[in-house]
């Protein structure tokens, strides 16, 4: 998943942020998923 900032995946994961959000739908397909989520900061440079 992309977000625009901090803010939009705390409002998405809540305050534990770190967390993985996994839909209980989603936990009776897979066979295994991690439970930590993991975030990166991606720098973009854009060319004009």
Request: aromatic share 16%; proline share 2%.
């Amino acid at each position: 998943m992309w977000f625009d900032e901090w803010q939009s995946i705390i409002d998405f994961a809540g305050t534990d942020y770190e967390k993985a959000v996994v839909l209980p739908e989603a936990q009776a397909l897979l066979k295994r998923y991690d439970t930590k989520s993991q975030h990166y900061e991606v720098a973009v440079h854009k060319f004009k």
